[in-house]
């Protein structure tokens, strides 16, 4: 099977796109990272972890199976601290029209979301929302 590996371009979309939506703006402003600094301001997002692997249609179509994570941090206790900003984050993306460079998104789809006390830091919890996407050429 023959792929082409679009996570880069994907990854850049969403970031773009997180940082365009005003549901997300109004808990983060622009604190939507690929790479975060030693002492970020909260509350913020980073787009992380991607796993891309081959994927094809019928009639030679190429392009990529892409697992794709958002993570949420932000400083207060409890589960409730987060949620607002991971459901931000979901209503943004959840079958988002995003345009790619090379390539076309086709499918764009949330898979779940968990929420934690991050063990690097007291007093923040972090959510993590998944998402898997199709993008082809």
């Known amino acids: 099977m023959s ?4 996570s880069g371009p994907l990854r850049r979309a969403v970031v773009a796109a997180l940082q365009a939506d005003s549901g997300v703006a109004a808990l983060v402003g622009t604190r939507v ?3 975060v ?3 970020p301001a909260y509350p913020f997002l980073r787009c ?3 796993i891309a692997s081959p994927w094809e249609a019928t009639g030679g179509v190429q392009g990529s199976l892409v697992q ?3 993570d949420a941090f932000v400083k207060g206790h409890g ?6 900003l991971t459901a931000a984050v979901v209503a943004a993306l959840d079958e988002a029209d995003l345009a790619i460079a090379g390539g076309t998104v086709l499918s ?3 898979r779940q979301t968990l929420t934690l006390d991050d063990p690097a830091e007291q007093g923040v919890t972090h959510g993590v929302v998944e998402f898997e996407s199709i993008a082809a050429q």
Do not use: F
């Not at 792929?3 to 679009?6: F, M, P, Q, S, T």
């Not at 589960?79 to 607002?84: A, K, M, Q, T, Y």
């Open 108 to 110: 764009l789809q949330w």
């Open 3 to 6: 792929g082409r590996d679009l």
């Open 79 to 84: 589960r409730g601290s987060v949620e607002p």
């Open 37 to 39: 600094s030693a002492a």
């Open 68 to 70: 794709l994570q958002v």
């Open 33 to 35: 990272y690929d790479y």
């Open 48 to 50: 992380t972890t991607t």
